[in-house]
């Protein structure tokens, strides 16, 4: 039996991350993680739905949303399964803390820096060469036909979890450890050694353990986590529905393409001056079906 939550699920996520009395340990994490020149010292949770400036704009709803104490913005989402558009999704979320950044009045459109960040259960697939396929951290930023750095306060990271397969004795940076413990967070059955020593480490191994949630916690995590399953449950009978139809579909055209044949050996017997019944016996058909055959 599992002592500690699972991260990947939405109540995990938000109770290592997304709480107000330990954010201490979603700083260290962003400090891990993020390329900025001076670290973050403080940070501050903000609402996590944006609504767009007119009725019929779409909203957004965030796992976390928050501002450091230099006014940069923050959007930390989980993503359990690969769905379309979710690039654009992302994209699109990140118009909602720069649109918000405009003031009344006299203006210089001088913005503050936005971080989107996606925590992903699963692979991408349109990547140019292996290594790229193997990459755990994508950080993407807007460039120009150069490769010079074109704008610097509009980061996308991505996090491609089920990529990271470092052991304990492998892990070198700050970064490392945390992908460590996201991933094997639920197996661990006590804290290991490397983090026995790590304040923000050990505060986030006990806000995951199991056992000291009172009833009501509880009850939300084994929600959270029959949603999570469930989504797991879905994707793989999708995947092995597909599956059963790409086959079906490819027995079928195969067939197709065996008649063709057959018929195109039938028409040139039946060119070639041989008989209805000749025909017939050379290529496996009924007779019948060679009189239909119009030449």
């Known amino acids: 039996m599992a002592k500690y939550l699972d ?18 340990i979603l700083i260290d994490f962003l400090n891990a993680l993020l390329p900025i020149s001076s ?72 913005l503050k820096a936005v971080y989107c960040i996606g925590l992903l259960d699963f692979k991408f697939s349109d990547y140019a060469n292996a290594n790229e396929k193997r990459e755990v951290v994508h950080r993407i930023t807007l460039k120009d036909q150069n490769g010079r750095q074109f704008y610097d306060k509009l980061t996308y990271i991505y996090l491609e ?18 992908l460590y413990f996201i991933k094997n967070l639920e197996d661990f059955q006590t804290i290991p050694k490397i983090f026995k020593n790590e304040v923000v480490f050990v505060e986030a191994m006990e806000k995951a353990e199991l056992s000291k949630m009172n009833d009501r916690d509880r009850f939300l995590y084994e929600a959270s986590l029959k949603v999570y399953r469930d989504s797991i449950a879905i994707v793989e009978t999708a995947r092995n529905e597909g599956l059963r139809e790409g086959a079906a579909i490819k027995e079928k055209y195969a067939e197709e393409k065996a008649m ?4 195109e050996m039938a ?17 496996g058909l009924a007779e019948d079906e060679v009189r239909k055959i119009k030449l």
């Open 267 to 283: 028409i040139n017997c039946l060119k070639d001056g041989l008989s209805i019944t000749k025909t017939a016996k050379l290529t």
């Open 39 to 110: 670290p973050i010292a403080n940070l501050t949770f903000k609402n996590t739905e944006k609504l767009g400036r007119m009725p019929v704009d779409r909203k957004a709803i965030y796992d976390i949303y928050c501002e450091n104490e230099r006014g940069e913005k923050f959007i930390v989402e989980l993503q359990k399964n690969k769905q379309d558009y979710f690039k654009e999704r992302t994209i699109y979320y990140s118009t909602f803390p720069i649109s918000e950044q405009a003031q009344k009045g006299k203006w210089l459109f001088d």
């Open 161 to 178: 979890m089920p990529n990271f397969k470092k052991t304990v004795k492998q892990l070198e940076t700050r970064l490392d450890k945390w």
């Open 260 to 263: 063709e044949r057959v018929l």
């Open 7 to 24: 991260i990947f699920t939405d109540y995990g996520f938000k109770k290592i991350f997304g709480e107000e009395a330990n954010k201490d």
